[in-house]
């Protein structure tokens, strides 16, 4: 029984962390955060991506898709890991796997930008409601940064497997 590499071990738990955070805040209803009233007595009613509603303003509807794209990926990518952990796990690092980890760090890539850019979209077009009520981004958007600030780290370290440690 061969033993598990640790950096394929380190890159497989960035993923699954990633994962989890990139599901929670997608699929929780606090992307927007609304208080209205007082300090002592505030109400406050949040607002998610899921359910996707057809008559929501066209920046919030591009946000939610990209988000959801992201999620997607997400799964693309661990099938691209599986796949690398698979390889190795039997017959060791080679040139072949190269290929793979640039595919895991293109797709990282793409989850990162997209969340940034869903996140500054929301981030910059709530500002517009602030008249009439204190409106923030909500925990679930934090979560999205937070995984794409993994996904980062996906990127850069599935790079530098392909790069240093195949072949």
Same mark, same amino acid.
């Given at each position: 029984?061969?033993?598990? *590499? ?11 962390? +990633? #994962?989890?955070?990139?599901a929670?805040? &997608?699929?929780? @209803? @606090?992307?927007i955060? &609304? @208080?209205?009233? *007082?300090?002592?007595f505030? $109400?406050?009613?949040?607002? +998610? ?5 057809? *008559?929501?303003?066209?920046? #919030?509807? =591009?946000?939610?898709?990209?988000? #959801? ?8 990518l $661990?099938?691209?890991? &599986?796949?690398? #952990? ?9 040139c ?6 640039? =595919?895991?760090? /293109? ?12 996140? /500054?979209?929301i981030?910059?077009? $709530? ?7 204190? &409106? ?13 600030? /993994?996904?980062?780290?996906?990127? +850069?370290?599935? +790079?530098? $497997? ?6």
């Open positions: 029984m061969a033993a598990i *590499d640790p950096r394929v071990a380190i890159l497989g738990l960035a993923i699954c962390i +990633g #994962f989890v955070l990139n929670t805040g &997608v699929f929780t @209803s @606090s992307w955060s &609304v @208080s209205v009233g *007082d300090y002592e505030p $109400i406050t009613e949040t607002i +998610g991506i899921v359910p996707y509603r057809s *008559d929501e303003v066209s920046w #919030f509807a =591009a946000a939610s898709w990209l988000m #959801f794209i992201t999620f997607a990926l997400y799964i693309v $661990i099938i691209l890991y &599986v796949l690398c #952990f698979h390889k190795i796990y039997h017959h060791g690092y080679s072949y796997l190269r290929k793979w980890f640039i =595919a895991i760090a /293109i797709v990282a890539l793409i989850i990162t930008s997209f969340t940034i850019i869903s996140v /500054i979209l981030g910059s077009n $709530i500002s517009q409601y602030n008249q009439l009520a204190s &409106v923030t981004l909500g925990f679930s958007a934090w979560l999205c940064v937070v995984a794409a600030l /993994i996904s980062a780290f996906i990127l +850069g370290y599935s +790079g530098y $497997i392909a790069m240093k440690v195949c072949c």
